[in-house]
């Protein structure tokens, strides 16, 4: 129940974010969610898109550093407390998050996250029954 | 020629180191009188009281003073010649970034002498009339275009002049033709493979290579390395100037223990670089070359300013020329910081081994309030984690090695793959920002 994210490595220079976003856009590939922070020489910008796969594909071949990296997505209500209702959940397990950013998606909440267990994770979101996204609700 | 002889010129290769000597002995002091006919060298013998008939011995070459670089540009650009113009066919030129250019002229003996040592060479690692040799060497003035060229027609192989760049035409050719050997500068062939790769191109099972080789670039050995590593393929070290004709002065062996410097047609001496003096072998020094076979211009004594080490004058191969390091270094590129002494290839060294990093690098030095940095960026080779602290880890990995190799701690940058400058001919390396104090 990972979805694939697209981690691009992108030098802190004018031009080089809009050189991935152009090859992108070109593909028509529809960008969901993404982001990156303020880091020194460079950052690992994330994206979620419509076709992870073609994505990938097309940006290695323009030379773009990028690896598709497996991370959860969790469907919340759009109300006070169920962010901290999930995560905790998520920690209860013993599972640490490495990253996380969230956003809405047809009126529902989504926090994505990379986990140092992705199988553990799964297992807790199995059991607690949380509703997850999967690929195909990109699509 | 019998294909199955190890030696294309038996009766050179496989000189003892006795006749090596007495040959040289007696090239020397005939290319000394042919010397006389250069007004450059006329004059410098009779400045010093020197004449043809004192060198007796070949020790009694440290006579003759040292030829530099700022005596071809001083003479530019016929001044050197030891024959009329009239008999010369060929001239090569390097670039004149500081000041005049300098001009080597040859004949036609020059050339096909300069023929036979590439010749001989390419026969050495292996190479036959049945290969098809590729040059993907930049040609015009460069003498590894028309060297190789003229080369590895004498040896009787297909020649295919490719000459430098456009990577799809090379990799249709290396196909289409059947190409079994290579001649490129290091970064090139990593430029091809990168290319390959992007083409689905496997060159062990898609292409016929068997040999590359590889030169006029500095590299390590870790670089060679990788090479092979990528390619499937032997590469050999072949080195080259255009003072003495251009590639073919020295070559590995397949033993790839140090190049062959070919004895009947040169003098090898390894000099301190400071004191001029000779260095014992093994211990690295300026090398000096002095010609023996050439007619146009002949050169005495002449300092190349490249830092390399004799390894060895036998070797399993049957050769007894002399074996000589790959180039540490230009006496002239050895950067100091801070009091250090570093050179690039050291840092590149240390790079190399790293393989989540590409080949490509960059060293900035800058001063920065007064303090004299090193910046070394390096191209990522593959995005292997989303984790920017395992980017920092890596970094600081690096910066660990390298201070451990050169003293100090360098600024380290990765940098996105392609992102560094990436030139036709020689890689810059190093780019020199600091602060001249007077």
């Not at chain 1, 097309?58 to 209702?85: F, H, M, R, W, Y």
């Not at chain 2, 080490?309 to 036998?314: A, D, E, I, Y």
Request: net charge neutral; aromatic share 8%; proline share 5%.
């Amino acid at each position: 129940m990972t979805i694939k994210q697209l981690s691009i490595f992108i030098e802190n220079k004018s031009g080089t974010l809009i050189k991935v976003l152009n090859m992108l856009s070109k593909a028509g590939i529809q960008i969901i969610a993404s982001t990156l922070a303020d880091t020194k020489d460079y950052g690992i910008y994330r994206v979620l898109c419509d076709n992870p796969a073609q994505a990938y594909m097309l940006l290695k071949e323009g030379g773009i550093n990028v690896q598709l990296s497996d991370v959860i997505a969790l469907s919340i209500d759009d109300t006070p407390g169920c962010a901290a209702k999930a995560i905790d959940k998520i920690s209860a397990s013993g599972v640490n998050i490495l990253y996380l950013y969230s956003f809405l998606w047809k009126g529902k909440g989504v926090l994505v996250f990379r986990t140092d267990d992705n199988t553990k994770a799964n297992e807790t979101i199995m059991i607690n029954k949380m509703d997850f996204l999967t690929e195909m609700d990109f699509k | 020629m019998d294909d199955k002889s190890p030696y294309f010129h038996p009766e050179y290769e496989t000189l003892s180191r006795e006749e090596i000597q007495k040959l040289q002995l007696e090239r020397l002091q005939a290319t000394v009188k042919h010397c006389m006919n250069s007004p450059f060298y006329k004059k410098r013998f009779e400045e010093c009281g020197l004449k043809p008939e004192d060198i007796k011995t070949l020790d009694d070459l440290r006579k003759i003073p040292f030829t530099t670089k700022k005596d071809l540009r001083d003479t530019y650009p016929f001044g050197m010649a030891s024959v009329p113009l009239r008999q010369c066919v060929r001239l090569h030129s390097s670039s004149g970034t500081t000041g005049n250019p300098t001009v080597i002229l040859h004949t036609q003996k020059d050339l096909d002498e300069w023929a036979n040592q590439v010749a001989r060479n390419l026969w050495m690692v292996g190479l036959r009339p049945d290969d098809v040799f590729q040059n993907s060497s930049g040609y015009g003035m460069f003498t590894g275009g028309l060297g190789f060229q003229y080369g590895a027609e004498k040896l009787g192989m297909l020649t295919v002049p490719a000459a430098a760049g456009n990577s799809l035409r090379q990799i249709k050719f290396i196909k289409d033709f059947g190409t079994t050997a290579i001649h490129a500068i290091p970064s090139y062939v990593t430029r091809l493979y990168e290319v390959m790769q992007e083409q689905g191109i496997d060159p062990r099972r898609d292409t016929k290579l068997k040999v590359l080789a590889i030169g006029a670039e500095p590299h390590s050995e870790e670089q060679r390395k990788r090479i092979e590593d990528m390619m499937g393929v032997k590469a050999y070290n072949s080195f080259g100037m255009s003072e003495m004709c251009g590639p073919g002065v020295g070559f590995e062996c397949k033993e790839q223990n140090g190049m062959h410097f070919w004895e009947d047609y040169y003098i090898v001496e390894i000099v301190d670089p400071e004191t001029l003096e000779p260095v014992p072998d093994g211990e690295i020094g300026e090398l000096v070359l002095t010609t023996l076979s050439r007619e146009a211009m002949p050169l005495l004594r002449y300092r190349t300013r490249d830092l390399t080490r004799v390894l060895g004058r036998t070797c399993p191969c049957g050769r007894n020329h002399v074996r000589i390091d790959r180039m540490r270094g230009r006496s002239d590129d050895m950067i100091v910081l801070r009091g250090v002494n570093i050179f690039p290839i050291q840092i590149e060294k240390i790079l190399m081994q790293f393989p989540e990093l590409a080949a490509n690098y960059l060293i900035t030095l800058t001063t920065d309030q007064d303090n004299d940095n090193m910046t070394v960026e390096v191209e990522l080779e593959e995005l292997f984690t989303d984790d920017y602290q395992r980017l920092l880890q890596l970094e600081k990995e690096i910066k660990r090695r390298l201070k451990d190799e050169i003293l100090l701690t360098p600024h380290v940058k990765l940098v996105p793959k392609g992102s560094l400058p990436v030139s036709e001919g020689k890689a810059v390396r190093v780019v020199d920002k600091r602060k001249v104090y007077q």
